[in-house]
């Protein structure tokens, strides 16, 4: 098989393993969940006194910033994001690190229950670090991915394939392998309508909104997963198309 289909089709499939980061984040989506202590009082109870509270701004304080700053690290060095969108997420990534430190030191200074009390609260409400800062800037990342990338190198793996099966190939080529192929170039469409708009959409998503509908991303993940699973079945008829042609 010429080199360069087989270029072409590993290319894809890069591209597509890529796109595991909307089955599986390489962003937490969700707040870790404590394993119990063994042998600890299976009494559990919100913290109530300034020290529990301090203690426990400290620990959600801190775990949102460990959770950031890898993420930062991760948008800095994603090379599928637009630059665009890589600013947008980063300002949203920094500004939430900067509230999460300036949180940790306002809870330690805190003097009564009440202010630590109220300052905690705006740590999982305002911000909503786990909600959204990190699955927009996931869902971004994939999208981007998918329009910027995967999508271009499949359109341009089919214009081979079908040169090919029209061309010097054209003795090997049979009702199935244009159906494989005219089906490649239907998944491949799928794929840029529904990744189309997404990256947008999902950095659209504000803690305000989010707020106001905790669906608010569930749209943009929908239609990633959509174009993921078309953008898959296009490379799968690649790979039919290619084993033909070997």
């Not at 995967?150 to 190939?169: F, H, N, W």
């Not at 244009?178 to 708009?197: E, F, N, R, V």
Request: hydrophobic letters at 45%; a positive charge.
């Amino acid at each position: 098989m010429p080199t360069r289909i087989t270029g072409l089709v590993v290319a894809a499939a890069a591209g597509i393993t890529g796109l595991a980061l909307i089955g599986t984040p390489a962003f937490a989506d969700t707040a870790p969940t404590p394993t119990p202590t063994p042998g600890a009082s299976a009494k559990t109870h919100a913290p109530r006194t300034l020290a529990e509270l301090q203690a426990a701004g400290a620990k959600a304080t801190s775990d949102r910033e460990t959770k950031l700053t890898a993420a930062i690290a991760k948008v800095t060095g994603d090379h599928a994001l637009s630059s665009g969108d890589r600013s947008t997420i980063l300002g949203t990534l920094d500004a939430d690190l900067a509230a999460m430190k300036a949180s940790a030191s306002a809870i330690a200074a805190d003097t009564t229950a009440t202010q630590a009390a109220a300052d905690l609260k705006t740590v999982y409400t305002k911000y909503r670090v786990y909600a959204v800062a990190l699955p927009q800037a996931r869902l971004a990342s994939a999208a981007d991915r998918l329009t910027g990338t995967t999508v271009p190198k499949l359109t341009k793996e089919q214009s081979t394939l079908a040169g090919l099966l029209s061309g010097k190939d054209k003795a090997k080529s049979t009702d199935a392998l244009q159906s494989d192929l005219k089906d490649m170039s239907a998944q491949i469409a799928t794929a840029s309508h529904d990744a189309s708009g997404q990256a947008a959409a999902a950095l659209a998503v504000t803690p305000a909104s989010y707020d106001a509908n905790h669906s608010a991303l569930s749209s943009v993940k929908s239609s990633l997963e959509s174009a993921r699973t078309a953008a898959k079945k296009a490379a799968d008829d690649a790979k039919t198309i290619r084993q033909a042609l070997k």
